[in-house]
């Protein structure tokens, strides 16, 4: 069977039929979602729609999210120091703009959706790779192409010809926390950690015992814009690799068009926001999305071991089946039960000679972090 492929360089393009076919299945694929990355997404970013469809019925079959990333004037590694320096400079210069296939802004598999009912897994694949030539040569030929986040039971199908250029790479694991049904409520889950793991959970509880906690709506995010964002900066520019940083209006979008699907939590201490937390709901599954909180206050009232507790308390009250945690603070993110997913991606330069040595060069610009993986439970 013969197929048609549409870029759309917006979300009002979108066929009338695209979140009863992709979306439902995905909210992160959703018209909605879509309409966010448009109006709110990093400065070094720009998105893009393809549509699928079956050229006998013109019907959809399915749809895939791109990303341009430009990394001119990007920060990527953002310690200081001359190491840090030459490593900015050497990745500018290796993949000064990116195009991907898939979501940079969270983890996991969130790039295309197809019915399987109407077509094959491998005509997906070779459709896929038609898709990534199509807008290379339609919107902008970058240095690099990335697949993104895809499970070893699903990478398997990249073994061909068409791919064959491309090299195989893994950097941290996801983090995903499957939620027991025996687990009724919080006192469930802490009970079923050892006493080294319950004595930490309780401890961490008691040093936020004079901290308030709510929900926030999107009146209040509205009122909260500077301090979350600066709250947000405290953690992202923490990190030693960051690819992007989010707009200021970020989170309100989100809430505006995600509304219920979209959950915002706020810590006070007195009148003071001094962190929050944010989760998109898919489905059976919860996101963990991005967080931010006080630096001078994280270390004494455990801000980010408390979020991830309150996180699960979420999922167990609201019957959610999985939390997924995401490839950061991997070692902390263990000891409240999340265990690591491994996941893949695939790359290729358009240099060949780049490309040749891309399996001694990749790790230099994607360092690894070494961690020690805990297991809480009895």
């Not at 990333?69 to 210069?93: A, M, P």
């Not at 897994?121 to 030929?141: D, T």
């Not at 006070?268 to 599954?285: A, M, P, Q």
């Not at 265990?339 to 790790?363: A, C, D």
Request: glycine fraction near 4%; hydrophobic fraction near 40%; charged fraction near 25%.
């Amino acid at each position: 069977m013969s197929y048609h492929l549409q870029i759309y360089r917006t979300a009002s393009e979108l066929p009338e039929s695209w979140n009863s076919v992709i979306g439902k299945h995905n909210i992160m694929l959703s018209r909605e979602y879509f309409n966010i990355l448009e109006i709110s997404c990093p400065k070094n970013m720009k998105c893009y729609f393809m549509a699928v469809f079956s050229d006998g019925d013109k019907e959809l079959v399915g749809g895939a999210l791109f990303q341009y990333l430009d990394f001119i004037g990007h920060q990527t590694f953002q310690e200081s120091g001359f190491l840090y320096s030459v490593r900015n400079f050497f990745t500018k210069w290796f993949n000064k703009d990116i195009l991907i296939l898939g979501n940079n802004m969270l983890t996991g598999q969130n790039g295309f959706y197809f019915d399987t009912s109407r077509i094959t897994v491998e005509e997906v694949i070779l459709l896929l790779e038609e898709a990534v030539q199509k807008m290379q040569k339609e919107i902008r030929k970058t240095a690099m192409v990335i697949y993104k986040d895809y499970q070893p039971d699903f990478i398997r199908y990249f073994q061909g010809k068409s791919h064959s250029k491309y090299f195989r790479f893994s950097v941290q694991p996801n983090m995903i926390l499957r939620l027991k049904e025996n687990w009724m409520d919080s006192e469930d889950y802490i009970n079923a950690f050892s006493t080294k793991y319950r004595s930490r959970a309780q401890s961490a509880r008691k040093k936020n015992i004079d901290i308030e906690k709510a929900e926030l709506s999107l009146r209040q995010i509205h009122a909260y814009r500077r301090e979350m964002n600066i709250l947000y900066q405290n953690v992202a520019e923490n990190a030693s690799f960051n690819t992007f940083f989010l707009a200021e209006d970020h989170f309100e979008s989100m809430k505006e068009y995600m509304n219920e699907k979209f959950r915002v939590f706020g810590y006070f201490s007195g009148e003071k926001l001094i962190g929050f937390y944010t989760l998109i709901l898919n489905n059976r599954d919860i996101d963990t999305y991005f967080l931010g909180y006080d630096k001078l206050l994280q270390k004494e009232k455990q801000l980010y071991l408390n979020m991830l507790l309150d996180m699960v308390e979420f999922g167990i009250n609201n019957r959610f089946s999985r939390i997924i945690f995401g490839r950061t603070a991997l070692e902390i993110k263990s000891t409240i039960g999340a265990e690591p997913t491994e996941i893949f991606g695939l790359i290729k330069h358009r240099h060949p000679l780049i490309n040749y040595f891309m399996k001694n060069i990749f790790p230099y610009v994607s360092p690894e972090t070494d961690w020690i993986q805990r297991k809480p439970f009895k």
